[in-house]
């Protein structure tokens, strides 16, 4: 049983999203499938959030930025789903 990196899995999901943190299986190792579940779970709430966001169209560094995020958690999601899919 691990702990979230940055103290929950709110405060993780966030550095997932601003690039601080990278995923991967060997990382998620020390995490309990209910762990998982809330790291999931509060990505995913995220991920709704930084999508509601409206950018001006004219702002191209606004709306990649805005696309990065969401890359980065949709790349987050897919690996906790695999790694959990394994368990």
Same mark, same amino acid.
């Given at each position: 049983m691990? %702990?979230?990196i940055g103290g929950s899995a709110y405060a993780m999901s966030k550095e997932i999203m601003q690039g601080y943190i990278l995923i !991967?299986? %060997? *990382? @998620?190792k020390k995490y309990a499938s209910a =762990? @998982? @579940?809330a790291l999931q779970l509060e990505l995913e709430k995220l991920? #709704? =959030?930084i999508r509601a966001e409206l950018p001006s169209l004219e702002d191209i560094e606004a709306l990649k930025k805005k696309n990065r #995020? +969401?890359? #980065?958690i949709q !790349?987050? *999601? +897919? %690996? +906790?789903?695999?790694?959990?899919? !394994? #368990?």
């Open positions: 691990g %702990t979230f !991967s299986p %060997t *990382l @998620l =762990e @998982l @579940l991920q #709704r =959030e #995020r +969401i890359q #980065r !790349s987050a *999601l +897919i %690996t +906790i789903k695999n790694v959990m899919q !394994s #368990r």
